[in-house]
Structures are given as structure tokens and as C-alpha cells.
């Protein structure tokens, strides 16, 4: 089995590259890489990083997915399956063309090199795509993005729909991850998970900054491993759109609980104004209803994955402090 991850030098891609590899299959990772360049909000335009990537033996192609390219080196290859993960994956960028040609006109390519080639295509969508609609969110019946990014991840969602409507044979499964948290994600900064973030604060000060009202903020946290096996699972599943999430709201305040305990941290919560007002999602919580023809469910609780995370947080920590 031959597969394609795009994105394979970030956070997500870079724990499928690996596991794939495991699994024996051949895998080519595409990714664009950290060139150093930054967007006007401050964060690096892309968050690939060759460290994600120590431990994989495979095929590494450095190239934009909006390059012809990149998509002749994937058509080379012929995978039997494309992961596309390759994003700009930070929901704070304002930068509208740049998310609509890299989230949307990219993939419409590389859905339609899947179809000339016969590949599985799997695709990274969000929660994004709920914006602050009321929980539980469901497809196809609570989308209301707040953000250029989460539209554009629903607007990939309609345009594979409408693919696979008039393709009946096309295998096309979109993933709509919620909170990822989890191993590799150092290299997003700002944008990783906030378990990494509140995790770095209290292991530096034993302070952990949060928003005022964080015991009422609640998302649907999902663990690295359960989104690896989502994706997986996507491989059988019947083409469309699913939540990858557990379908439990969890707060940003029982985080910071889970933290101290996992790390024996007498914690101070100090609470700071939420500067993210009219574009923030106040509780996310995935209807699991529409899951059917997908064999996932997420195994991870939040206590589970935080103390699996917990030596890779003291790790990161450790190296911040030698370097
Ligand atoms: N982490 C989450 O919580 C989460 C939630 C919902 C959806 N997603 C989606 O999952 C996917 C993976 O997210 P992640 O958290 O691993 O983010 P990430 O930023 O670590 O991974 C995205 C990767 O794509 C690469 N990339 C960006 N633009 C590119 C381009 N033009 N050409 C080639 N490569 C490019 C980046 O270098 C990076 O390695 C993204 O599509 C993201 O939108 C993530």
C-alpha cells in the first residue's frame, strides 16, 4: 500500500506519516516546510518542522500543494491513498486569499488527481466549521463559520459532496477534527493545543493564564491516537463527511485540573480578559448521530490522553530551559 501525506511535517500529518510507516506501508510525505515567513498576525505561514519527522524512514518531498509540481510528484508516485492535511491551519490568519487558495483551490486540485489516479483521498476538515453554533454540532445542519478558515474547510466539505455525487465511485472522506492535542504540536507555537500551552506555563511558573470564564469555555478535546485511528477508519468508510471528535465537552478550566494533577503542580489560575470576542467558539461538542458509516470511536478520555502526553510536555519543557 502506497499513500501520500500532505502536511506531513506538521503536527497531525507527521503522527500519520508514522504510523503508516509502522504499518509497513509506503509513504511519501509532501510539505512546504517552515521557510521563517510570517503572516500579519505574527505566526509562521506554514508549521512544518524536520524534527516531526526524525523517526520516519520514508520519501520527504519539500513543495507547495499549489504547485503543479508538487501534484506531478504525487501523480508519480501513484498512492492508493492521499491523507491531506496540508493547511494553513491557523484560524487566527486574516489573510483571505492566501486560506482560499491553499484550503480550497489546492484541494479541489488534489481531489481531482485522486480521481485521475484512482487514490483514496481523505481530508483534514474542522470544527471550525461550527463556529458558535449551539451543541451538539452536526453535519450538514449546524455550520456557521466564524473565520476565513473555518469557511473555507466547509467550503471543502461542499465541493467533495458535490464530487462524489456526480463521481458515485470516487472515495473521498472528509474529517471534521475538533481540538487536537497531542505529541508533535510544539512546532505550531501559539496555535498548539492549549493542554501544551497551560502545560509549558505551570511547568515554567506554576501560574496557568486563562481566559475569564473558563470553567463555562468547553470544546471537544480529541486525542492525537483517536484521530490517527479515525483516519484509518476513513480508509473503509463510506465517502462523506464525519465528526473526529469524542462527543464530550470538557472546559478549559478542568485542563489546567488535569494538568496539576498529572504533573504535581500546586497551580495559581490567574484569568485574563478573552481578546478572541465575535470569533470564538464558547462550546463545541460533536453529534456523533451521523457517524454510522465510519468505525471510529474515540477511545481517549481527557485524563488518559493528557497523563499519555504528560513526558512529552516535561520533555519539551526540559529542552526550553537548555536551550
Ligand atoms: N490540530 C487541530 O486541532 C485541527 C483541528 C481541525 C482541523 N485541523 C486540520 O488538520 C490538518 C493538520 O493540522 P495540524 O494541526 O497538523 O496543523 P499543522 O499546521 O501542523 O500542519 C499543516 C502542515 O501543512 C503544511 N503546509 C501548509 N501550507 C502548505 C502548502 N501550501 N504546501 C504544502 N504544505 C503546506 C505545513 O507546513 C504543516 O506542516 C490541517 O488541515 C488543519 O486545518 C487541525
Redesign the pocket.
Known sequence: MKIVV?????????NLAKHFEDLGYEVLV?????SGERFSNGNF?????YR?LLDFSGEIYC?????IK?LEKIADFAPHAIF???????TTVSEQDAIMR??IN?FVDIMNLAKKLGSKLV??????VYGDAPSPQSIWASEKPKNA?GFS?FMMDKIASNHCATNPSAHVVGL??????GK??Y??GK?A?MVLQFGLQMLKSGKARLFEGSDKICRDF?YICDIVAANEAALKAKSGVYNAATGKARSFESIVDILAEVLNINVKKEYIPNPFIGAYQFHTQADLGKNANLEFLAKWSLEAGIADYADEIKEIFKKEQNA
Open positions: 500532505t502536511g506531513g511535517a506538521g503536527f497531525i500529518g507527521s509532501i510539505d512546504c516546510f517552515n505561514k506554514a508549521f512544518g518542522d516531526n513543495g507547495d500543494i499549489c504547485d508538487t491531506h492535511e496540508a493547511a494553513i491551519s491557523d491553499t484550503n489546492a481530508y483534514a476538515s474542522s470544527g471550525a478558515y474547510k471534521r477534527y475538533f481540538n487536537v492535542y508533535s504540536e512546532f505550531k496555535t493545543s480529541v
